[in-house]
């Protein structure tokens, strides 16, 4: 039986450049996204679900990505599988490459790049709404200098202020709900690994005493 398929996290991360240039291409279209979406100056339920899926997104198929290069280098250079007894070659199956392979996994390192670009893009996106509001009602003063000024003072005003802290709030419990589903998950997989392990003792044991 396969285990089911859940996201899990990994300590390691053999492909850091690669993660981080694809969730840090993430929080720009993030950021991009969630800007738009200000400028409706309206609350919707989406920007915070944007804000979260789409770096977690990158940093999954980062890790995707990843495996997927060390596994055809690996394949690259041994394209023959020794058989038991190591007596002959036996050419690998053309569809052995889809065996074992995982999806939704995602690094520490991954994760970590992932939420706090999740929390950067609200801001950012909030910052540039507001600058660009203020922009058009001072014209005289440059847009880097606004730009300063509202990254100092965006928590004085009380909409924006609102809109931060309502999007992160609907952001930590979108983050709480996935990591709480990860660490189900992740019981249920040692769950059924545990059983199938014990189910081949089992299955060994009957079998030799067959024979006894």
Do not use: C
């Not at 840090?24 to 400028?39: D, E, G, K, R």
């Not at 999954?60 to 997927?68: E, F, R, T, V, W």
């Not at 490459?97 to 909030?126: C, H, M, P, V, W």
């Not at 847009?143 to 992160?168: D, H, P, T």
């Amino acid at each position: 039986m396969d285990a089911p398929k859940y996201m899990t996290l990994e300590k390691k991360d053999k492909h850091k450049l690669l993660t981080f240039s694809g969730v840090f291409l993430s929080f720009i279209v993030t950021t991009f996204i969630l800007y738009i979406l200000a400028q409706n100056k309206e609350s919707t339920i989406y920007a915070p679900i944007i804000a979260v899926a789409f770096p977690l997104l990158a940093g999954i198929g980062a890790n995707y990505l990843g495996k997927k290069s060390d596994k055809k280098k690996r394949d690259n250079q041994d394209s023959w599988n020794i058989d038991g007894n190591g007596l002959e070659k036996i050419k690998k199956s053309r569809f052995s490459k889809f065996s074992n392979r995982q999806f939704g996994d995602i690094s520490y390192f991954g994760a970590i790049l992932s939420l706090i670009a999740t929390y950067l893009s609200i801001y950012l996106s909030e910052v540039l709404n507001l600058t660009e509001s203020l922009h058009v009602q001072y014209p005289d003063n440059s847009f880097s200098a606004i730009f300063i000024s509202v990254i100092k003072n965006i928590f004085k005003e009380n909409w924006s202020r609102k809109y931060l802290v309502g999007y992160w709030i609907w952001a930590t419990i979108f983050i709480i709900i996935l990591m709480g589903t990860t660490i189900w998950g992740v019981k249920q997989i040692e769950k059924m690994r545990k059983k199938e392990q014990e189910q081949r003792e089992r299955n060994k044991n009957n079998n030799i005493s067959k024979f006894n």
